[in-house]
């Protein structure tokens, strides 16, 4: 094997790693989004919306920057 196809492969193992943690955090995700993030309807207070509203904040600056909307609109 010559040494392009060596790193062509290190590569490719880092990258799917990589992958198989975000499909592992997004499954997470998906799973807490489907229970409300674990609140009650009758015990939510603004505590929970300001979280919730971090949480879309991080969400939307990944989605800006991997579809190149928003501030890293191309």
Same mark, same amino acid.
């Given at each position: 094997?010559?040494?392009?196809?060596?790193?062509?492969?290190?590569?490719?193992?880092?990258?799917? #790693?990589?992958?198989?943690?975000?499909?592992?955090?997004?499954?997470?995700?998906?799973?807490?989004? #489907? !229970?409300?993030?674990?609140?009650?309807? !009758?015990?939510?207070?603004?505590? !929970?919306?300001?979280?919730?509203?971090?949480?879309?904040?991080?969400?939307?600056?990944?989605? !800006?920057? #991997?579809?190149?909307?928003?501030?890293?609109?191309?």
């Amino acid at each position: 094997m010559t040494r392009r196809a060596t790193d062509n492969s290190k590569a490719l193992d880092a990258f799917l #790693a990589a992958k198989f943690e975000i499909d592992a955090m997004l499954e997470r995700l998906t799973a807490l989004s #489907a !229970d409300h993030f674990d609140t009650h309807p !009758d015990e939510i207070d603004w505590g !929970d919306v300001g979280t919730l509203n971090h949480y879309r904040a991080k969400l939307r600056e990944i989605a !800006d920057c #991997a579809f190149g909307e928003g501030e890293h609109a191309r």
